[in-house]
Nanobody, 120 residues
């Protein structure tokens, strides 16, 4: 199977915007939930759910309280890409962002992550 790959990380000033992309391998079938997680510095292996979108729930979106109203998750089924649009970014948004896919049978697929740094 192909690899889940994230793109779009880098550096941005507080108040700025950034869009992350997650490319879904074409050979992954039955993908139901697409999500973004953040692992912040100093939190070791803890990954916080930032946003998710679930097909079986009619495309229902779920956001962490810390990003609700600032971040938007979306997907382009034709291109097999999941996006995370991050607006009005804050220093505390800094971390490694991971894309996670989960199929209808519960199997998870993770990307290697992309680093996002927000400066004050």
């Amino acid at each position: 199977q192909g690899d889940v790959t994230e793109f779009g990380g880098g550096m941005v000033e507080a108040g700025g915007s950034m869009r992350l992309s997650c490319v879904i391998p074409g050979d992954l079938l039955g993908i139901d939930t697409r999500a973004w997680y953040c692992q912040r510095d100093g939190h070791q292996k803890t990954r916080e759910l930032i946003a998710s979108i679930t097909t079986s729930s009619g495309g229902a979106e779920n956001y962490a309280d810390s990003v609700r109203g600032r971040f938007v998750i979306s997907m382009d089924n034709a291109k097999k890409v999941v996006y995370l649009q991050m607006n009005n970014m804050k220093v505390e948004d800094t971390g490694v962002y991971f894309c996670k896919l989960q199929n209808v049978w519960g199997r998870e697929y993770w990307g290697l992550g992309t680093q996002v740094n927000v400066s004050s």
